[in-house]
Nanobody, 118 residues
Framework: QVQLVESGGGLVQPGGSLRLSCAAS????????MGWYRQAQGKQRELVAA???????NYADSVKGRFTISRDNAKKTVYLQMNSLRPEDTAVYFC????????????WGQGTQVTVSS
C-alpha cells in the first residue's frame, strides 16, 4: 500500500508561482512513475505532468513551458513548479503514483487546492 500527501497549494495572483510537493510512503518500491493531475470545477480530471524514475517527463500542452515536474527517487517525492500561473490553472491538484506491476496510476493523494486570482 502507498500513501501520498500533497502540500504547497494556496492562493496566488496571476503571473505568480507555486511549488507543489508530494511525499510517498508505505510500499514505495512498487512505484515506477509519479504524476500530477488536476480537476477544475465542472470539468474532468486531466493529466498535468508525469515523470518516470529515469527522468522522462510528459506535460499537458496547456502547461508546457510554464510548469516543471521533478522527483527525488530515493525519497519518492515529486514536485511541480508552477510559473506564470493563470486563472484557468485554478483547480484541485492531485498527486498520483504508478504501480510498476500493473502499469496503472493506482495511488492517489487527497488533493490540494490551487487558486489563481487577483
Amino acid at each position: 500500500q502507498v500513501q501520498l500527501v500533497e502540500s504547497g497549494g494556496g492562493l496566488v495572483q496571476p503571473g505568480g508561482s507555486l511549488r507543489l510537493s508530494c511525499a510517498a510512503s508505505g510500499s514505495i518500491l512498487s512505484i515506477d512513475a509519479m504524476g500530477w493531475y488536476r480537476q477544475a470545477q465542472g470539468k474532468q480530471r486531466e493529466l498535468v505532468a508525469a515523470i518516470t524514475s529515469g527522468g522522462s517527463t510528459n506535460y499537458a500542452d496547456s502547461v508546457k513551458g510554464r510548469f516543471t515536474i521533478s522527483r527525488d527517487n530515493a525519497k519518492k517525492t515529486v514536485y511541480l513548479q508552477m510559473n506564470s500561473l493563470r486563472p484557468e490553472d485554478t483547480a484541485v491538484y492531485f498527486c498520483s503514483a504508478r504501480n510498476e506491476l500493473s502499469g496503472e496510476y493506482d495511488y492517489w493523494g487527497q488533493g490540494t487546492q490551487v487558486t489563481v486570482s487577483s
